[in-house]
């Protein structure tokens, strides 16, 4: 079976994600003061009169109990109901609700409105050297952890052979090799090459070893974890030479430790091999500092690109910078994530009319087959437009770099898969930034023949704040507040400018944050956040930064 490997390339990350809320009970939250009790009254009623009275008052009691209860049936369906039409926007004109702002994608018409004033702004263009202002004190470096003796459990060798099968794109194979190294740390197991699960959507049959020095991987990890890169022939033998008939367990996701040293130790032991698929997020991001290390060092030190991949990144990066000699070889990388995958999962509605519905229900079938249609499931594209879960187009991001201040003369590299549409959408994107490069105009068809294309937008981010002592020196918009600001046909660009140069700073202030959270999730893991826990890798005077990435 013939295989490609995937590309990979530095990126400017132009995404951003925010969400929350909240509930309350009438009881608890109610303001207004209690009417004053009724006098008392000192009358006496006789003993059968006083029963016959406490029966008729529980019977209405419960009447208006049922009437009140009756009435909430009725009324909280309409009301959900009403939401989903205001939400929708193209059924609002409908019923006579006007949408919610932010929820209906009106950024094409306004572009042709500002279109005139944008091409006329002779402003001074922001600098590329001076966008990010902030900087990040840095800490007293520790010293890396030598080993995770004091979690080695109660084997004085090796507890037996781990197999992991890694699942998804790019990132979560990435994410599921990381862990796979930390928990066979915690378990005192020898590893195997992790192999890669094929999947319907990305179609991309490449292995380790296509993606990955594998020999850097192996001799980075020694001392820490052993890494092999085939089980030995007494055990090929033990199971028909079929690595899916050895023991297999099948984890919940973001399991903790004492999971992993309860249940599935004891298996390993007994066994001798385990089989763990699929392992994407299988391991919870909370585990113990040592465990913690190996996942650093597996994501920046050990995790090195195959040799085809690093030339062809490099001469990449070397054409933009020669290309880029006016602004003392910067530019901007911009990370797209407009591709027809992404746009299909994430259910939300462009300017396509109904032949976009169409198109997309089709990828949505063939990539997920019924997941969107299951009983219960709703899918409201005005909500995920208002929440920023719908990913920009070229458009978009063109006008807000244009209101950030980066005129015509700036030097785009576009990282992206194929973007949907891409004749449409690359279009206006192209008359705001001329000088926008891709890897197929950067490099030749010969050169890309043997590749895929692929992302990793957090690991890149990740990448950054361990490189430049914490600040990810990425935009990341509030695209919340974006989608409202898109959708301000009264607008003028001047105010609009404005509202960008805001989101640029803010990108700036929170570049360098790192969260304080008591212990790790999803969203702060070392992979996106490597600083404090990654530090101690850190070489301060490393020189092998690409200056080109710097803003």
């Known amino acids: 079976m013939g295989t490609k490997a995937k590309a990979h390339h530095h990126q400017y990350n132009a995404n951003g994600a925010g969400g929350g809320g909240g509930n309350g009970s009438e009881s608890s939250n109610s303001t207004s003061p209690s009417p004053p009790p009724s006098p008392r009254r000192h009358f006496t009623v006789p003993h059968c009169r006083r029963k016959l009275r406490t029966k008729t008052i529980s019977v209405v009691s419960g009447f208006l109990l049922l009437r009140r209860f009756l009435r909430l049936l009725v009324v909280l369906p309409l009301l959900y109901v009403s939401g989903l039409l205001m939400c929708v926007g193209p059924f609002s004109g409908l019923v006579g609700h006007t949408p919610l702002p932010g929820s209906v994608y009106r950024s094409h018409e306004m572009f042709q409105l500002l279109w005139p004033h944008i091409l006329a702004d002779n402003s001074t263009p922001i600098e590329l050297s001076s966008v990010w202002r902030y900087r990040r004190k840095l800490k007293e470096q520790k010293p890396c952890p030598s080993s995770t003796a004091g979690l080695q459990l109660d084997s004085p060798g090796p507890s037996g052979y781990l197999i992991v099968e890694v699942n998804g794109g790019l990132n979560q194979q990435r994410s599921a090799i990381c862990n796979a190294v930390a928990l066979a740390g915690l378990l005192n197991a020898v590893l195997l090459i992790p192999r890669f699960e094929f999947h319907n959507v990305w179609r991309d049959p490449s292995t380790f070893t296509d993606i990955y020095d594998e020999d850097h991987f192996i001799a980075t990890l020694e001392g820490h974890v052993k890494v092999v890169k085939e089980l030995p022939e007494m055990l090929m033998e033990k199971y028909d030479h079929n690595i899916t008939t050895i023991p297999t367990l099948h984890v919940q996701a973001w399991a903790p430790v004492r999971y992993y040293t309860g249940e599935v130790y004891p298996v390993l032991q007994k066994k001798g091999v385990i089989r763990i698929a699929p392992f994407a997020n299988r391991l919870a991001m909370n585990v113990p500092p040592p465990i913690q290390h190996l996942r650093c060092l597996a994501n920046y030190e050990a995790l090195k690109f195959s040799s085809p991949i690093s030339n062809l990144a490099n001469k990449l990066v070397e054409r933009m910078t020669e290309m880029s000699s006016r602004t003392g070889g910067k530019y901007i990388a911009v990370h797209l994530r407009f591709e027809e995958d992404m746009v299909a999962f994430s259910c939300c509605l462009y300017d396509g009319g109904e032949a976009e519905n169409v198109a997309m229900n089709s990828i949505r079938q063939k990539g997920w087959g019924d997941k969107f249609k299951r009983k219960g499931r709703v899918t409201l594209p005005g909500l995920n437009r208002i929440d920023g879960k719908c990913p920009l187009t070229p458009l978009e991001v063109g006008m807000m770099l244009r209101g950030m201040g980066f005129d015509n003369s700036t030097l785009i590299y576009l990282a992206s898969g194929k973007i949907y549409w891409a004749e449409k959408h690359l279009a206006p994107l192209l008359k705001m930034f001329p000088y926008l490069h891709t890897k197929k105009s950067l490099a030749t068809p010969d050169e890309l023949a043997p590749f895929e294309g692929g992302n990793f937008p957090h690991f890149l981010m990740g990448h950054r704040r361990f490189l430049y002592n914490g600040h990810a020196k990425t935009i990341m ?55 404090p826990e990654c530090s101690c890798l850190q070489k301060h005077n490393n020189t092998q930064i690409v200056q080109s990435t710097h803003s």
Do not use: C
């Open 477 to 531: 918009p509030d695209k919340r507040k974006l989608v409202v600001l898109l959708q301000d046909m009264s607008m003028s660009w001047n105010d609009f400018k404005l509202e960008m140069e805001a989101i640029l700073t803010e990108s700036d202030r929170k570049g360098k944050i790192v969260p304080r959270v008591k212990k790790f999730t999803r969203k702060s893991s070392v992979y996106t956040y490597p600083l």
